[in-house]
């Protein structure tokens, strides 16, 4: 997602089969240490992105904010995850502009066929 904008493929392209001696099971903590150095790594490439669609804050601006404290914040157990979502600015916080709202709202509406699978986080917004 840094270099080029993902591209979404409606088919089934791999299946991975989960038990209980499988190796994602037997070694949770491997894969929670690497989920925490992925997703840390992504956060703290962001600034270098080549990729104007880069799900981060200067690529997205204000809806960055919202997506962060809505989306993200089931991250922060991850310790290096949340100190790399800390040096991003404003991601705690929701958007509490009104102006702000008006203009994400305002785009989002451009994407008709994208509101109703989005009624929740149109509701999240409404509420701020």
């Known amino acids: 997602m840094l ?3 993902p591209l979404f493929v409606d088919q089934i ?3 991975y089969r989960i038990h209980p001696q499988g190796t994602l099971q037997v070694n949770l903590d491997v894969v ?11 956060f703290e490439a962001l600034s270098t992105s080549r990729n104007a669609f880069t799900p981060g804050p200067d690529q997205w601006g204000d809806y ?5 404290s809505h ?3 089931h991250l922060l157990p991850y310790p290096r995850v949340r100190a790399s979502l800390a040096k991003l600015s404003g991601w705690e916080n929701p958007i509490s502009d ?4 008006t203009l994400i709202v305002r785009a989002l509406e451009q994407h008709g ?3 109703e699978d989005h009624r929740e986080e149109i509701a999240f ?4």
Do not use: N, Q, T
Not at 32 to 42: A, I, K, N, T
Not at 98 to 101: E, R
Not at 125 to 128: G, N, P, Y
């Open 3 to 5: 270099v080029e904008e």
């Open 13 to 15: 392209l791999l299946e």
């Open 32 to 42: 929670d240490e690497e989920v925490d150095r992925v997703l840390s790594g992504y």
């Open 64 to 68: 960055w904010d919202v997506f962060a």
């Open 71 to 73: 989306y993200l914040e």
């Open 98 to 101: 009104p102006d702000k709202y």
């Open 113 to 115: 066929h994208l509101l």
């Open 125 to 128: 917004l409404s509420a701020i």
